[in-house]
């Protein structure tokens, strides 16, 4: 952020959730998954989760600013693997209306709350956090300069509880294949 920018609405970080679980079972709603669609979904869902379980393998909140791992490639990589795995969900629908709605979602509510917690680790880690932000993209991943290293942990990936985003994702899938095998019948 530049001088003069204002922190988004806070409004954004309490309501996130809350519109969320609306918008996904809207989304169930308007599904009309096909095969095809269903296995491109769930390869594209995949890459997400794995993004996304690679970033909770190098995330200590609150201890350390994470630049390894993926955080050399982007500062946001669970956000970049949340949006690849929303992009195989929606996919994975066939429908373009459940797309539109999550597309608008993410465009009102995830810009925002990047910025408000790039703006939380500027508070908290200082200097160490400006000079990250200038090595490393906010959310175009691109190949890191003289990353630090740090091995992936996976006691760290639980610590996370990133096995909820599995989770979720595989019982997602579920009701859309027992969706696409009922419309079948």
Same mark, same amino acid.
Request: some cysteine; proline content about 8%.
């Given at each position: ?6 922190l988004?609405p ?12 609306p918008v996904?079972i809207?989304?169930?709603?308007l ?33 350390s600013?994470?630049t ?18 929303a992009?195989?969900?929606?996919l994975a ?8 709605i999550?597309?608008?979602y ?23 956090f400006?000079e990250y932000?200038?090595?490393?993209s906010?959310?175009? $991943?691109? $190949?890191?300069?003289?990353?630090a290293?740090e ?10 509880r ?6 979720g ?10 969706e ?6």
């Amino acid at each position: 952020m530049t001088p003069g920018d204002s922190l988004p609405p806070p409004w954004r970080t309490r309501w996130r959730v809350r519109v969320g679980y609306p918008v996904g079972i809207g989304c169930f709603l308007l599904a009309h998954p096909v095969p095809v669609t269903l296995c491109a979904g769930a390869t594209m869902a995949a890459i997400g989760l794995a993004i996304r379980a690679a970033a909770a393998g190098h995330l200590h909140k609150h201890e350390s600013l994470a630049t390894a791992g993926p955080y050399a490639w982007t500062r946001n990589p669970l956000y970049l693997g949340s949006s690849l795995l929303a992009a195989g969900f929606l996919l994975a629908t066939s429908s373009w209306l459940a797309a539109a709605i999550a597309v608008l979602y993410l465009a009102v509510f995830y810009p925002g709350v990047m910025r408000r917690e790039e703006e939380e680790l500027r508070a908290e880690y200082g200097p160490a956090f400006d000079e990250y932000a200038r090595r490393v993209s906010s959310f175009w $991943p691109r $190949p890191p300069s003289g990353a630090a290293s740090e091995p992936f942990s996976w006691a760290q990936y639980r610590r996370n509880r990133e096995y909820q985003a599995l989770a979720g994702a595989t019982v997602a899938f579920a009701i859309l294949a027992a969706e696409m095998l009922w419309r079948t019948r």
